[in-house]
């Protein structure tokens, strides 16, 4: 097929690299002329493993890039992967996806079939009320539209996208308020699963074929699902750290249980991203929209926000570290990016600043990201070089070189002190006079 991907973020940029590799002719759009640029000459314009060896494959070639709506009509099918980012009271912004709809529309007007579709996370009814009128002004019902959210993880999204846990295809014609079997066709449900044909032959996951508002509800429940159940896990692990046990060798005993399992059971200093944060937030500034009190999500919600200063208050029994250098090890959010969005990172060198501390960061690639909160930030090269003559050091992040410190590295520390808010130093393999190690929940 011949597939236009409106947006090259995270998700646009994988998902048209991906397309590429399974053999469709991809044209990428975006606005940012330096993005396009990067593409076509085979450059990815983000981090993402397993992203830069398919668009150096790719780029300028099966994969191109362009600024210029005028060549989607051309192509068999649109996503749409635009941002959704939140306004100051939860809800999402619609204001780029709505634009984008809105030139896709006057692209098409003379086609004459052609299918567009949703990729980026709404709350339930914009698709159907909001994006497809704007969209159809121009071409009508010559233009299908459909919903198919995204399961990607930053730092795994490739890996994600070839290997899913499900595919979620949202149509007009599906779903409780659709007309279902009696559809004579549906060709957004057709296009999709000739898009993704080479993906059903390999994996054959389990496909869900569904309504648009259900499409996009079912995005907001997966991530709330998975923000309360570590926000729980966090909780249980500050109590289980109250009693002076180990919220890890428990976290092991209860993921055995098959109702619960194994996953997203790592206690710690809390998730971010822009997924979780944003999507959890919507989804209770949509239900409180509607007049219901979403009381579950939003504790989820204020346990993840006073995780950072539960490290601090850990860190401020050992240390006074007025004038102390502290090191911070891990600035993006996870592990596999440079994405620094609602990094746990940022309240907690807000905090080391607010007591008076210097700061000296490490992270592999998510430094220069973070300077756009932090323009004066003091940063290392290495991990062993951040925490080499610190008074303290603090673990934000669970990069394998951070992982990987040794007694050596450890033991050139002022004063050994660590709060380790990921897990990722084991204290039993360092021997260091004078160690005095702090896990979060543990």
Partial sequence: MHV??????YVGSTIAAVFADWGHQVTAVDVDEDIVDAINGGEAPIHEPGLDERVAEHGGDRLRATTDYDEIPATDITFLALPTPSREDGSIDTSIIEAAAEALGEALADVDEHVAIVKSTVVPGTTEN???PLVKAKAGDRVSVGMNPEFQREGTAVADFLDPDKLVFGTEAGGANGIG????EDRALDALYEVYAPLIEAQDPPIVETGLSEAEFIKYANNAFLAAK????NDLGNVAKEFDVDAYEVADAIGLDDRIGERFLRSGVGWGGSC????????IAAAEAKGYDPAVL?????LNDRQPERLLDLLDRHLDV????????????????????????IPVIEGLEARGAEIVAYDPVAVENMREHFPDLTAADSAAAAIEGADAAVVTTDWDEIEALDSAAVGGMATPVIVDGRRAI??????VEGLVYEGLTW
């Fill in 298 to 302: 939003q504790a989820a919600v204020d």
């Fill in 426 to 431: 084991d204290p039993a393999i360092l021997d």
């Fill in 276 to 283: 979780f944060p944003k999507d959890v937030k919507a989804i």
């Fill in 4 to 9: 236009s991907v409106v947006g090259s973020g």
């Fill in 230 to 233: 570590v926000s729980l896990i």
């Fill in 322 to 345: 007025e004038g102390k250098t502290v090191a911070v090890l891990g600035l993006a959010f996870k592990p596999g990016t440079d994405d620094v969005r609602n990094s746990r990172a």
């Fill in 130 to 132: 909001v994006l497809a």
């Fill in 181 to 184: 079997e009696d559809a004579e």
